[in-house]
């Protein structure tokens, strides 16, 4: 009996012994990945013209990615793809877990912005996210690179209740011309959902999503009905 | 050997029930909060409120006061001078650094500014600013809006310093039937790395009600802003 209660004692020791040392682990882990980081792009794939970079800066929890492909778009069609899309169809039929879309400020060709409201559903127990975002485009009058800014303006209007809506979201994309008709498309995303949504998933499954936005549902963006006509006097082609 | 072995895991069990009753402090916080703004302190003619969301770090400050100045003399304020390293010591008297990215214009309303700013050296990295002011009228209301947002990718990133990537002021410039304007600003922002988020919750009410009483007159108050016009804004 007393050997039997030994025993037991014993186990029970090793199993808090090896818990402990798990938290403790966990802990140091996570602090040594924020604190790394080269802070230089890095390549991570490379499949069917789509290249994907990520870089891991010291002092942030999640790594940023950049996309990269060659593309038949010409700069009109790009922007109006970022212009002309925010419409609740749009949202639900190419974004996975749009459930709502509303335009806060219309695009303004002075301001040469937008403000958009995206809601996505998380899986359970993680609440909707709302993503405010601002757009704000630039052309380079020498270079005809336009960059698209993508930032969160979250107190646009008051927050909804029953979601979180994201404060940390960094986004742009850079097309730069090639020939007539043709650009380089770069993606780039800096981001996090915010809240309890587990940062390791986007660090591992990051790369993998950032080339399926690109080759998948880019195309499905793009090819909307009369985008590809479309010619903003904002915007010079090569 | 024993006593060391001994030693060794009291401290490894101290240091994990630490980490778990840190990690459940955090994590109780995180999920706190109203969702409403609550009056944290009215003194002088400044109202400051505090808002704590569930499933966010930082708490929001909102500082609310009446003014006898213009909207275009306040908003003036916030636009014309951004450019001017003296000007942003003015609002920062930690500001080391000001970058114009995006000159300011009429036509776009607005400018991109990398601002850096010393931060406890050498405890914590240096900060970038990179941020976007954007003015707005509302024809109907005449309310004039001034957003100053993060838009940490328009510059590649500079080894010195850690470029903040979570902030969104807003202020809110309403006129009233008395003739007087309200002037409102709600601070949201995280110092990003290592800088713990509770300090900004603690110090943010007190901070927010001395930008209003003691910096924001002295500076809205200058020539330059008093004979501004914006022609986006109409009195």
């Known amino acids: ?238 | 050997m024993n006593s060391v072995k001994k030693y060794g895991k009291r401290s490894l069990y101290i240091f994990a029930i630490l980490i778990l009753l840190v990690g459940s402090l955090k994590w109780l916080w995180m999920m706190s909060g109203s969702g409403e703004w609550v009056l944290k302190k009215d003194e002088g003619g400044v109202q400051v409120y505090s808002l704590k969301s569930p499933g966010h770090n930082i708490t929001q400050f909102k500082s609310v006061m009446e003014s006898d100045m213009t909207v275009t003399q306040v908003a003036a304020s916030l636009l014309l001078e951004n450019h001017s390293l003296e000007n942003c010591k003015k609002w920062i008297p930690t500001c080391v650094g000001d970058v114009v990215v995006e000159p300011y214009s009429e036509n776009s309303q607005g400018d991109s500014i990398l601002w850096t700013l010393e931060l406890l050296p050498p405890v914590f990295k240096n900060r970038e600013f990179l941020i976007r002011t954007q003015a707005a009228q509302d024809p109907d209301t005449k309310v004039v809006s001034v957003d100053i947002t993060a838009a940490s990718g328009k510059l590649p990133r500079n080894d010195c310093c850690l470029r903040v990537t979570q902030a969104h002021n807003r202020w809110t410039l309403t006129p009233l039937d008395s003739g007087k304007i309200r002037i409102e600003l709600i601070q949201d922002t995280s110092m990003g790395g290592f800088f713990p988020d509770f300090l900004i919750n603690l110090a943010g009410a007190d901070e927010a009600h001395k930008l209003f009483k003691d910096l924001l007159p002295g500076i809205i108050g200058q020539e330059q802003y008093r004979t501004a016009e914006l022609s986006y804004v109409d009195e």
């Open chain 1, 1 to 238: 009996m007393e050997t039997e209660n030994r025993k037991k004692s014993t186990k029970t020791s090793k199993f808090i012994f090896v818990c402990a040392s798990l938290v403790v682990l966990t802990f140091v882990t996570s602090k040594v990945w924020k604190s790394s980081g080269s802070g230089e792009w890095e390549l991570e794939l490379e499949k069917n013209g789509v290249e994907v970079f990520s870089m891991k800066s010291p002092g942030s929890s999640v790594k940023q990615y950049k996309g990269v492909m060659q593309s038949d778009y010409s700069l009109n069609h790009l922007v109006a793809g970022l212009i002309e899309n925010s419409t609740l169809d749009n949202c639900k039929n190419n974004i996975p877990n749009c459930v709502d879309l509303q335009v806060l400020d219309e695009w303004d060709a002075n301001l040469m912005s937008d403000t958009v409201l995206w809601k996505l559903e998380l899986f359970p127990p993680l609440k909707p996210r709302e993503i405010l975002i601002r757009s704000h485009v630039n052309q380079d009058e020498v270079t005809k690179v336009v960059s698209v800014d993508i930032y969160g303006a979250p107190n646009r209007i008051p927050r909804n209740e029953n979601t979180v809506r994201l404060s940390y979201i960094q986004n742009k994309w850079v097309y730069t011309p090639v020939a007539e008709g043709q650009t380089q498309i770069e993606f780039y995303q800096d981001m996090n959902m915010g809240g309890l949504f587990p940062d390791f998933l986007l660090n591992l499954a990051g790369a993998d999503e950032t080339y399926k936005f690109l080759h998948d549902q880019l195309p499905g963006l793009l090819n909307n009905d009369g985008l590809s006509s479309k010619k903003y006097d904002f915007i010079a082609e090569l």
